[in-house]
Structure formats: C-alpha cells, structure tokens
C-alpha cells in the first residue's frame, strides 16, 4: 500500500494551496486519515485530521485556513490551505491510521512527504 501526495509547491504570502494525498489501493476500513508538517530543524506536526465526518481536528496554528476532507470510497484525502504564512513552510506528510485493504493493513501508513514553500 503506498500514499502518495501532490499539489505542493512554492506561493507567496497570502496564497491558496491544496494538498490531495491518494492510496494506492481499495479501502476495506479505515480509521482516519491526516496531514503532518515538518518544518526544518523541527519535529513532525500534526495538522490536521478526519475521520470523514464533521468531526475534522486542526491545530491552533492552521485552524480557520486550513480544511481537511477524506473521502474515503475514493482513498484520498485533500488539505485546502489558505491565507499561507512562511511559518507554513514544510514538508508535508500523508497519513493513514487504521487502514485494511485487500492485501495488508495496519495502525499507520505514511507518504513521502511533500514539499510547499511560502515566501513573504
């Protein structure tokens, strides 16, 4: 099982982005899905995560810009960013908790991660 992101990149302050993260194979249960960041010299973040309903989780440093969505009949997860702030700058990383496919499962599965620069 592999998950795979897309949609980073480099913005200027005060720019929208959106991140879409894929799993590679069907879903047979799943228990969330989420996004980390890890900026440089720091440990990895939680940003945000969704089990699919209204029940989304933020942190305090992203709540109110950032939306997160699963959908999980399609596998993917999406994180629209807005209003970004060079503080934003990171590598970000696709996460999977609880996942059960065809073929395996398992308590986490992550991406390799994303780069999405924001200058000022």
């Known amino acids: 099982v592999q998950l795979t992101e897309s949609g980073g990149g480099s913005v200027q302050a005060g720019k929208s982005l959106t991140l879409s993260c894929e799993i590679s194979?069907?879903?047979?249960?799943?228990?969330?899905m989420g996004w980390y960041r890890q900026a440089p010299g720091n440990q990895r973040q939680l940003i945000a995560t969704?089990?699919?309903?209204?029940?989304?989780k933020y942190s305090d440093s992203v709540k109110g810009r950032f939306t997160i969505s699963m959908d999980s009949a399609k596998g993917t997860v999406n994180l629209r960013m807005n209003s970004l702030q060079p503080e934003d700058t990171g590598v970000y990383v696709c996460?999977?908790?609880?996942?059960?496919?065809?073929?395996?499962?398992?308590?986490?599965?992550w991406g390799k991660g994303i780069l999405v620069t924001v200058s000022s």
């Open positions: 996460n999977a908790h609880n996942l059960l496919t065809f073929s395996e499962g398992g308590m986490d599965y």
């Open positions: 969704t089990a699919g309903g209204n029940d989304a």
């Open positions: 194979e069907k879903i047979l249960s799943i228990g969330s």
